[in-house]
């Protein structure tokens, strides 16, 4: 089975999926092992592993290639540029950050990565995935020239999802950036899933259980966390867990 069809299996059985986002940027080769093998037995159900600045293909291949054999969740990159793919990954996020203000990063880097994919890492499973800046951005709208959708706009980020689902994306993000003060609000999830059935991926500044759950109850068919299990490792088991209760009581 497919990458894709394991994330839509997993979604149709479980209501919301949690996803773990690792930056090999800002953790050593071990710490990356321990903490990718820590969310695989706490029932985490992928591994994205980007960032947007600081990592070289070698790195990846260095980090992946130490821990893919014990794992059993897909890895999946989550690729700040072209030079994010490395073979020792099951598929790739083929993403467009579509509210970029310059075409490199809607289209530009895609081309790019386009022939890298067909020549050099057949291994890798394309997932398209229409990338959408909300609120503080964090270093992925900076570095993207993102003109981020303000927390309240719920109708501009309607807008965006509903055109990257007309336009054929197989997933839809909606990411207030790494780190960010505030995480992408319940109320726009729940606005913007009311019109879009592609699946909803949501993250960034994502840091306890509650907001988690209702962000999964709000409509998110996929929480992401990345930076929380650098900082606070010993949430990450009761984070999975709500989001997982969040899908399925969504569902009843
Ligand atoms: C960033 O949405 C992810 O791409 C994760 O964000 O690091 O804030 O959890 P955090």
């Known amino acids: 089975m497919g990458i894709k069809d394991y994330l839509l299996g997993r979604i149709t059985e479980l209501g919301t999926i949690h996803m773990t986002l690792l930056d090999p940027d800002k953790v050593s080769a071990r710490e990356f092992r321990e903490l990718a093998l820590m969310v695989q037995e706490y029932g985490s159900d992928a591994l994205m592993v980007g960032g947007s600045l600081g990592i070289s293909e070698g790195q990846l291949d260095e980090y992946l290639g130490a821990v893919k054999d014990s794992l059993k969740i897909p890895v999946i ?22 509210n970029s203000a310059d075409p490199y990063f809607i289209v530009g880097a895609q081309i790019q990565a386009s022939v890298l994919l067909v020549k050099r890492f057949r291994n890798l499973e394309p997932i398209s995935l229409a990338y959408i800046i909300i609120g503080d951005g964090g270093a992925v709208g900076y570095v993207s020239h993102a003109r981020p959708i303000p927390y309240d706009r719920d109708d501009i980020a309607l807008a965006y999802a509903y055109t990257a689902q007309l336009m054929g994306f197989d997933m839809i993000y909606l990411e207030a950036g ?4 505030e995480p992408v609000r319940p109320r726009m999830v729940s606005r913007v899933k009311q019109l879009v059935s592609k699946p909803l991926i949501v993250g960034g500044g994502i840091r306890d259980p509650e907001k988690a759950g209702e ?19 010993e949430l990450i088991k009761d984070i999975i867990r709500a989001v997982h209760e969040g899908g399925i009581t969504r569902r009843r």
């Open 215 to 233: 962000l999964a109850l709000a409509g998110a068919d996929a929480v992401v966390t990345g930076t929380i299990i650098e900082e606070k490792p």
């Open 77 to 98: 990159l989550f690729p700040g540029s072209v030079a994010n793919l490395s073979r020792h990954a099951d598929a790739v996020f083929f993403l467009s950050v579509l």
């Open 178 to 181: 790494s780190g960010a003060r």
